[in-house]
Nanobody, 126 residues
Framework: QLKLVESGGGLVQPGGSLRLSCVAS????????IAWFRQAPGKEREGISC????????YYEDPVKGRFTISRDNAKSTVYLQMNNLKPEDTAVYYC???????????????????WGQGTQVTVSS
């Protein structure tokens, strides 16, 4: 059974950095595109980044472009989200998602993924 577990969240000051990890079990990581989503209080879950299964192509939504970097280590079955220059508006629960897309086309639509982690809280505040 596919399982995703996120970690690395926490409280950070504006301008700070965090690196989130998503460890997958029960799935060959290279068989699926992996995406990161986030959900702030009172808002819908939004896709922010994705990495292709084969060539490692990466995609970002405008709010995080240039500040966040997604990467994957298939040998460790882990996908990372390096978040730099964090802003208060980045405060949210962050989720990784897999199993549903082979490539990242359509990744920002949550219903395209069948497997989700439990989420990790990121709070950006002074």
């Amino acid at each position: 059974q596919l399982k995703l577990v996120e970690s690395g969240g926490g409280l950070v000051q504006p301008g700070g950095s965090l690196r989130l990890s998503c460890v997958a079990s029960g799935l060959a990581l290279e068989s699926s595109a992996i995406a990161w989503f986030r959900q702030a209080p009172g808002k819908e879950r939004e896709g922010i980044s994705c990495i292709n299964n084969d060539d490692g192509s990466t995609y970002y939504e405008d709010p995080v472009k240039g500040r966040f970097t997604i990467s994957r280590d298939n040998a460790k079955s882990t996908v990372y989200l390096q978040m730099n220059n964090l802003k208060p508006e980045d405060t949210a629960v962050y989720y990784c998602a897999a199993d549903g897309l082979f490539y990242c086309s359509g990744y920002a639509t949550a219903s395209n993924f069948n497997a989700w982690g439990q989420g990790t809280q990121v709070t950006v505040s002074s």
